[in-house]
């Protein structure tokens, strides 16, 4: 299955307590009242920054404990971080090795309790822990982030913040129910919102002539900035060049896929390249059942169009991340669930 985005962000923010399928998106929409148990899995563990959210996989199963059940992708947005991910990805899990590009399963039965959480101001996308001392109302994920937005101008938002307090507690005083509200998070760095549209792959196989499969192919190029269409110009051996090419000629059957996503036994990626590929025994068992891990979804280098990155030496690039999660979707007593990313760097 092929997910493309629509829209062109920024869009209007969704509820975060809602259940959304596709998305790729700056808003995460987290189960309030479950947790991360370790504190350090929303930082990168390389640099400590708290990482960016990138997009999200609602994959529903059907087992009672996965009738709800939605994959949550982060990472840095430093390159560097990246680099050195890839060598941190070849240690064994047993290693713990540093990351900076985690991903999350959360999953819930049908019949559950779960209540909104209040999210950082800076990022809208971490629990909030630490409230800003004027206000007393602005939460922040992390001290880095409560500097961040001090320096951006919060003590100006401070008085306001006050004054539409104590509306909010008068309109209470006189009986009236005040509307819900919309986190406006700070952060200029986030990326845009949008949502992904699904599509089966087998659709572009069977339907599309060779002219449209062309017509797609310019689509692409033009759509797609100089810095990615011309990545195959850095490969040094004949073999990357070769898979580049097929793995571009797959991708032009519908250019502006950005995920890829098949959950079966015998699902195997779409690797841009020979090199960097993991073995069986590079990917680790589940770190929860001691199960194996299988393909679930892997992210393509088009999204990083839609993002707005920059194409300079040190901005955020991959040629795939794939996604490998537990067979069984163990329901651990940890309510998310970290699983496994290998990155394909061009």
Known sequence: MAGGLKGD?????????SFLPFQGWRRTCLVGSRKFAIRRSCLCDICGEPLQFVLQVYAP??????????????MCMSMACLRRDQHEQWKCHRDNPSRSVKVFRCQLPRDNPFYPTSLCSWCGTWKGIKRCTGCRQTLYCSEKHWVKHSLSGHEFECQRM???????????ANGETPSAVVLKVASKTLWPEYKIIQEFESAYDTQMSDDNVNANSMVSRNQMDDGLMSIADNFEGDGDKKNWASFQERIDLAPEQVLRYCRSPDAKPLWPLTSGRPSKADIPKCHYCDGPLCFEFQILPQLLYYFHVKNDVDSLDWATIVVYTCEASCDASVAYKEEFAWVQIS
């Open 61 to 74: 199963e059907e087992k009672q404990s996965t009738f709800h059940r939605t994959l949550f992708v982060f």
């Open 162 to 172: 006050r004054i539409s307090s104590q509306l909010v507690e008068g309109s209470s």
């Open 9 to 17: 962000g920024p869009r209007k923010p969704l509820s975060s307590t």
